[in-house]
Structure formats: C-alpha cells, structure tokens
C-alpha cells in the first residue's frame, strides 16, 4: 500500500478502468498489468475506486539514477510504450 523511493511495483488495472487524460491509450475493456515506479516519498495505492494492491518486484539500488528513471517512467506512462525496453538486471 505503501511503497518506498525507488520500489517497482506490479500493479493489477481491471478492465473497465479507462486510461487517465492525456496518457496511451489502452483498451479498457481488458485486465491490464501496469509496472509502477516509485521515486518519492507519501506515494500510496489508493485509486478512484479505493485501496489497489500491487507487488513490489524489485527497488532501484543506484539511488544516484533514481532522478533519471522517474524521468523516463513519467514519459513512458504520458507517450504509451513506443520503442520503449525495460530491461532488469537481477544481482547474484
């Protein structure tokens, strides 16, 4: 309910839930998995229709790059995921 700076969360979007003014656009009509990024604190998952769950999958390490990926996330989320790559790097 609560994420931390820099915690990439998986978030359920149920169908019927249209996207926000000015954002990709997305068949609302289906179930969607929206992969949210975290870069400040007092963030929370509370929407139109009250408390969302999500799963924290992963949490930026290099908080010096924290500034760029929220850029870059803010962007995906206003422009839709063209010729976008997220690419994960998981430490051994």
Same mark, same amino acid.
Request: proline fraction near 9%.
């Given at each position: 309910?609560?994420? +931390? ?9 149920? $169908?019927?839930? @249209? /996207?926000?003014? #000015? ?12 992969? +949210? ?9 509370? $929407?139109?229709? @009250? /408390?969302?769950? #999500? ?27 063209v010729d976008e790559k997220l690419y994960l790097e998981i430490p051994k």
């Open positions: 309910m609560y994420p +931390a700076p820099g915690d990439l969360m998986l978030v359920p979007i149920k $169908g019927g839930f @249209g /996207p926000l003014p #000015g954002t990709a656009n997305l068949d609302s009509s289906k179930d969607h998995l929206d992969i +949210a990024f975290f870069s400040d604190r007092g963030s929370n998952l509370y $929407g139109p229709e @009250g /408390p969302s769950s #999500g799963n924290i999958f992963a949490t930026v390490c290099d908080m010096l790059e924290l500034e760029t990926m929220a850029k870059a996330c803010s962007d995906l989320w206003f422009t839709g995921a």
